[in-house]
């Protein structure tokens, strides 16, 4: 610290690390008036300290594909659509429905970091209609599996072994408790979909879900994906990691800098 001279009154200047952006940190200084006294001391050098003992933070973001996706059938508790080009979502013209999974291994970011944000996005590829219909995206409770049935029309394919099903967590054995899945009781996000094109989930319901997984105090089982189920033609077909635009999932999270340590030993205060 370097002491300024005024005619009236005394100034300090401090300098610190305050944050970081990115990966390089960024730098305050700021002019603290004071009266001399003892109280100036303790001030100063509190301060001081606390600019030391601050722990920048780097912000950091990466963005991922799916680890594996599906499309599960109401109509038949052995169709599937493992390794399709598109995932599927909504009701179609026969009242039968259709749901999507996807999950993303997160397992790259430290427990330890804050997720700031996240960001889901998904392209529909075909669409009986335009109209916006309003789409959910709900945490899942329990495991599941993606095998090698293909249903490039939507339609669904017959489920091969570890095939999520309507019925199947893992087809043909373990079933979900709840025929449809396994999911949380409210959506961790929402937004309406409507003709061609990207679509984002974008909300602090799926920033929420992501940090229980990287800070490992949820199991990690991915999303579900639930569309208009009661408007006919109200499905969507989505690119899914097979497909030409694969969904994203962007996560901004930020992991704190580790810094010296210090103690008021160290600490000198000079009056020049």
């Keep these: 610290m370097a002491r300024q001279a005024s005619t009236d009154s005394t100034f300090w200047t401090a300098v610190g690390a305050a944050t970081a952006v990115g990966s390089r ?5 700021g002019r603290v008036r004071y009266a001399p006294g003892p109280m100036c001391g303790r001030f100063l050098g509190s301060l001081l300290l606390a600019l030391l003992l601050s722990t920048p933070a780097r912000a950091e973001t990466v963005t991922l594909s799916p680890s594996k996706d599906n499309t599960i059938f ?14 599927y979502s909504g009701e179609i ?9 996807l999950a993303f291994d997160v397992s790259s970011i430290p427990t330890s970091a804050v997720i700031d944000s996240v960001q889901l996005v998904l392209t529909v590829t075909n669409t009986p209609e335009t109209a916006p219909r309003l789409f959910r995206v709900f945490r899942v409770l329990a495991d599941w599996g993606e095998g090698a049935s293909n249903s490039p029309q939507g339609m669904g394919a017959p489920a091969q072994t570890n095939d999520a099903t309507w019925a199947n967590t893992f087809f043909p054995s373990s079933l979900w408790s709840t025929q ?3 999911v949380a009781a409210a959506a961790s996000d929402s937004t309406d979909v409507a003709g061609f094109g ?5 909300s602090a319901g799926l920033a929420s879900d992501v940090h229980a997984w990287t800070s490992q105090t949820a199991p990690n089982y991915g999303w579900m994906l639930i569309g ?14 097979e497909g030409g635009t694969p969904p994203q999932l962007t996560i901004y999270y930020s ?3 580790p810094v010296s340590q210090t103690t008021w030993g160290k ?6």
């Design 25 to 29: 940190p960024f730098y305050f200084q």
């Design 74 to 87: 109401s109509e038949s508790g052995s169709l599937s659509s493992g390794v399709g080009n598109d995932l």
């Design 93 to 101: 013209n026969n009242g039968s429905l259709r749901r999507a999974l």
């Design 180 to 182: 449809g899945g396994d």
């Design 198 to 202: 990207a679509y984002t989930w974008h």
């Design 228 to 241: 208009n189920e009661a408007i006919t033609r109200s499905v969507r077909a989505f690119s899914s990691r």
């Design 255 to 257: 992991v704190a800098t």
């Design 267 to 272: 600490i000198k205060i000079r009056y020049r």
